[in-house]
């Protein structure tokens, strides 16, 4: 087999910390490597150093059994190698098919740009995705889904001999996965060399043919898929065995909490159910479904049109984010880069932010005393890994990130907590934290409203679910009916 990539001795360290420690890793032409390891493992800084982005502190790398340095995103382009970020890596305020072509831009002999043969090339590239969307549209008004897809149209389009994908799943539905699996089969078959990595360990030993794993910095293990089990894999990934992935237990038969009648929004029409304290609601459906915009709805970002809430049994009037906190409604948004947590700020501060009103004296001081404390008591609970309250946020890893966006919304000490896509870019051990906390949290009586596109995460930690489709409710299951044919049935009509 040809090896297209193949890397000798990686050194990394930031800060006098080591991150990748003498790493060997290859991947060969026609075939799909899975990378696989915790949040913090050093993946992300690996596809860096492959990818330009960052530089080496030692070692080699050799491209069709050259040596290569790439010391710039450019040069990695140019070497026929591209990467499909796992967050998003594209600018909002362009236009679909200029963030497609972005730094790669047509132009003509007078250097102006070619901007129908722009709309024309992304659209046919969209279209190996089976995506309709127009190519003239901002990127903004897509879904968070569909600019996932973009992300990967923008990958395809450069026809790179070696293709990285970092979590390409992860915001897409069943059935866009289903799409983009068959564009890897694709892709495998004209011999390209692909690095594919995802928490999601079916996809793994569905897609790949090698796999590699990494563990604080190290690699731990290399070889074919067809050689390990799920169990071994996690052992390799965790150093330790991990049992009852989805932590469950029978919720109690508390009161009503929350009574949702004929709810219409942006996205949602008419919509009517119930929830009560101690128990976690699920809601599945496809990309387009409604769930984020029912979330928003009830929170006050995405203000309903028509329709009623009741809290414990007294109706509330809820018009934006300080309303759905007051009433006891705590969020958690299925993008915590641009919408959960202000990456450049310390952690003290984002985590206190929602619930800044505890901490003010004479209302407008803050008692920063008081808000450390706090902050230190939850980072210790949800078992936070930073290197201080006041580390950057963007400094900490996905499955620590999305533990502080838990830990945010619930300082105000909320009654019903939304959770969209909770697990998104979390590694399995991360996963297993944060379903025991949601098992805390129903356990302490809180109602939770769980929206999710990873059916076996619905089923495994849900005590009821309602599916979705185009914004209306289609489907109810018991924890005991619910089945992923049921739910796949209501949620296409």
């Known amino acids: 087999m040809t090896v297209l990539l193949e890397l000798h001795g990686i050194e990394k360290s930031f800060a006098h910390v080591r991150v990748l420690k003498r790493v060997d890793f290859r991947v060969h032409a026609g075939r799909v490597v899975a990378l696989a390891g915790e949040n913090g ?27 290569a340095h790439l010391h710039s995103p450019q040069q990695a382009m140019a070497a026929g190698i591209a990467i499909i970020h796992q967050e998003l890596n594209l600018l909002p305020h362009l236009g679909v098919a200029e963030n497609i072509f972005l730094g790669r831009e047509p132009r003509n002999r007078l250097g102006l740009l070619q901007h129908a043969r722009m709309r024309r090339e992304a659209a046919h590239w969209l279209g190996e995705l089976q995506q309709d969307l127009d190519p003239a549209q901002p990127l903004a008004r897509l879904s968070i889904a569909q600019q996932q897809m973009v992300e990967i149209a923008r990958a395809l389009s450069q026809e790179a001999d070696l293709i990285i994908m970092d979590e390409p799943t992860d915001a897409l539905s069943d059935q866009e996965t289903a799409l983009l699996f068959a564009v890897v089969e694709r892709l495998r078959a004209a011999g390209k060399g692909l690095v594919f990595i995802s928490h999601r360990l079916g996809e793994i030993f569905r897609l790949c043919d090698d796999i590699a794993v990494l563990r604080d910095g190290e690699m731990v293990h290399q070889g074919p898929v067809s050689e390990l089990t799920e169990d071994a894999l996690i052992r390799h990934m965790v150093g330790r065995e991990l049992a009852d992935q989805y932590p469950y237990r029978p919720g109690r038969d508390g009161a009503e909490r929350l009574r949702v009648t004929g709810l219409s929004a942006h996205g949602v029409t008419d919509l009517s159910f119930q929830a009560r304290a101690g128990e976690v609601v699920g809601f599945a459906g496809l990309m387009g479904a409604g769930r984020t915009e029912l979330a928003k709805a009830l929170y006050g970002a995405n203000p309903a049109s028509r329709g009623e809430v009741a809290i414990d049994g007294e109706s509330v009037t809820i018009r934006n984010p300080r309303d759905g906190i007051r009433a006891g409604i705590g969020y958690v948004t299925e993008d915590r880069k641009a919408e959960g947590l202000i990456q450049g700020q310390p952690l003290v501060s984002n985590m206190s932010l929602t619930g800044l009103g505890r901490f003010l004296w004479l209302r407008t001081l803050v008692d920063a005393r008081r808000e450390r404390a706090t902050v230190q008591r939850y980072t210790e609970r949800f078992r936070i890994r930073a290197s201080g309250l006041d580390a950057r946020v963007a400094t900490l890893s996905g499955g620590n990130q999305q533990k502080a966006s838990l830990a945010k919304t619930l300082i105000p000490e909320p009654r019903i907590v939304i959770l969209d896509e909770p697990t998104r870019g979390v590694d399995v051990g991360a996963r297993r934290e944060i379903y025991s906390l949601i098992d805390e949290l ?25 599916v979705l489709s185009r914004g209306r409710l289609t489907g109810e299951f018991s924890r005991a009916e619910a089945s992923q044919e049921a739910i796949m049935r209501c949620a296409v009509q």
């Open 41 to 67: 493992a050093g993946k992300s800084t690996l596809m860096k150093i492959i990818g330009g982005i960052y530089r080496a502190d030692g070692g080699e790398m050799r491209l069709r059994d050259r040596v």
């Open 442 to 466: 129903k356990g302490a009586g809180l109602c939770v409203l769980l929206m999710s596109s990873d059916m076996p995460e619905l089923l495994g930690i849900s005590d009821r679910i309602l």
